[in-house]
């Protein structure tokens, strides 16, 4: 038996003064109490409970233990109870980290309605797109696409980024619409830095075949508002997540290149520093997040800011128009 649990069974055999009547009360065996009793005199050298005929009773060194025993397990029960509060009202700070591009466009704008809802909740939102150590920077759930590696990690699917190739009207009349994967190797192409191969795209066909294709263009760059920008400006041709590009695609700015052919999905998962014990805040937050990010998520904006549209100057498409081919 463990030191606290000793001190809980002494506490109720002192103020029932009866070992019996403790075992009852805390649902033990009488011998587990009589030996937990024994086991704290042997820890302590003193004995702290007289026992005779007529029954038991604290002596001296028993009533001073005693008293400081009730105060350590009251302030115990005080600093639960203000966890259990803590968690059930979602009370304290939620710090949650994603990407850039993610957090502006899509997390940013989302988390508005629960924050309302949570008048008692701080929200720490930090977008970066570095890998970011959870338990170092203190963070309770970050937001992340791609497959998961660390196991001593918790996670839950949230649900599929989509990603989709698309040019500007402008660009794709004079230079013409590629008709295969392979056509894009004389096309100028904007280079997304992070994550899906960078300057290899990797294509699916409708029949299963998977296409490799090295591409080149005058910008590569790991920030998606910087490559839409260069896209509606006639600059190339470039791979997007579907949610970056969704608002332009319907404005007709720009337009879906090669449909026969797919990208890889990226899997979006909650990330969080351990699968146990989760805060309720950090699964509250979840079972918020996962309706909204399910089926084709990326086709529903209004309930969001559009960014991607607006947060960037675009370059001047009339020097691509004059450009000499």
Same mark, same amino acid.
């Given at each position: 038996?463990? &030191? ?33 009793? #024994?086991?704290?005199?042997? *820890? ?15 002596? @001296?060194?028993? *009533? ?71 338990? $170092? ?22 649900? $599929? ?5 698309? $040019?500007?009207?402008?660009?794709? #009349? ?7 994967? @392979? ?20 294509? *699916? ?5 998977? &296409? #490799? ?73 979840? *079972?918020?997040? $996962?309706?909204?990010?399910?089926? #084709?998520?990326?086709? &529903? ?25």
């Amino acid at each position: 038996m463990d &030191h606290l649990t000793a001190m809980r069974v002494f506490v109720r055999v002192a103020e029932l003064n009866s070992f019996s009547k403790a075992a009852d009360d805390l649902e033990l065996a009488q011998s587990t109490v009589t030996k937990s009793i #024994a086991a704290l005199e042997t *820890r302590l050298g003193t004995r702290l409970i007289n026992r005779n005929t007529r029954g038991i009773g604290l002596n @001296e060194a028993g *009533r001073l233990y005693y008293e400081t025993c009730r105060s350590i397990l009251r302030q115990i029960e005080e600093a639960e109870g203000l966890v259990r509060r803590h968690d059930a009202e979602l009370d304290g700070t939620l710090r949650i980290s994603t990407s850039v591009a993610f957090g502006e466009a899509v997390i940013g704008p989302m988390l508005l309605p629960f924050i309302q809802a949570h008048p008692r909740l701080k929200v720490d939102l930090t977008c970066e797109d570095s890998y970011v150590d959870l338990i $170092a920077r203190g963070i309770d759930v970050a937001l992340r696409m791609g497959r998961l590696t660390d196991s001593s990690l918790g996670g839950r699917y949230l649900g $599929a980024n989509p990603w989709i190739t698309v $040019a500007a009207p402008g660009y794709l #009349a004079r230079r013409g619409t590629p008709e295969t994967p @392979e056509d894009l190797g004389s096309h100028d192409c904007v280079v997304y830095s992070s994550v899906q191969g960078d300057a290899v795209w990797q294509m *699916r066909a409708a029949d299963g075949r998977t &296409h #490799a294709v090295s591409v080149r263009g005058c910008l590569r760059s790991n920030n998606l508002p910087t490559l839409l920008s260069a896209v509606r400006s006639g600059l190339g041709v470039a791979i997007l997540p579907r949610y970056v590009a969704e608002s332009t695609l319907r404005s007709g700015e720009i337009t879906e290149c090669l449909p026969g052919y797919v990208l890889p999905d990226q899997e979006l998962y909650a990330v969080f520093p351990s699968p146990k014990l989760v805060p309720r805040k950090v699964t509250a937050l979840i *079972r918020y997040l $996962a309706p909204r990010l399910r089926d #084709a998520w990326w086709q &529903h904006p209004d309930d969001r800011t559009d960014l991607f549209r607006d947060g960037i100057n675009q370059i001047d498409p009339e020097y691509f128009e004059n450009k000499s081919e």
